[in-house]
């Protein structure tokens, strides 16, 4: 058996739905996924924003991030889940490779030294 790989999938709900229909999308969708043995590494609410260009004639969304680890049969089936949600009105499921995942690392380590080298400069009043 393979490794699973690392997917991102963000997705849009219909923001003219109420906020508890709005929260119970999500935990529909995030129970689909663990359901796949999928592992979700996170899950970024973004929320409310004006489309670029009207979908199913509506003009703003909520959007919804969500980085998770699963079997590559598992995507279709996730994916099939968010086809068929009425209040779902477009979702984009990337592939996030290694060289991408090794950039992360890379620019995580950077931040953590800058603010380690940050946190480690003396401040001295200035005296005149």
């Known amino acids: 058996m393979t490794s ?7 997705y849009i709900i219909n923001a003219a739905i109420e906020e ?4 119970d999308t999500i935990a529909k969708i995030t129970e689909v996924v663990k ?7 996170k899950l970024d609410k973004v929320g409310r924003k004006r489309l670029a260009y009207p979908i199913q004639k509506k003009h ?11 079997a590559t049969t598992s995507v279709a089936i ?7 949600d009425d209040y779902v009105l477009r979702f984009l ?3 996030i490779d290694k060289k ?13 030294y800058e603010k380690e080298a ?11």
């Open 4 to 10: 699973p790989n690392r997917y991102e999938t963000t």
């Open 20 to 23: 508890n229909m709005i929260e």
């Open 35 to 41: 359901e796949q043995n999928a592992e979700i590494l």
């Open 60 to 70: 703003s969304g909520f959007y919804v991030t969500m980085e998770y680890t699963a």
């Open 78 to 84: 996730i994916e099939r889940a968010l086809q068929l």
């Open 93 to 95: 499921t990337v592939l």
């Open 100 to 112: 991408i995942l090794g950039q992360r690392e890379k620019d995580a380590k950077k931040v953590a």
């Open 118 to 128: 940050a946190e480690a400069v003396p401040t001295t009043p200035i005296q005149n």
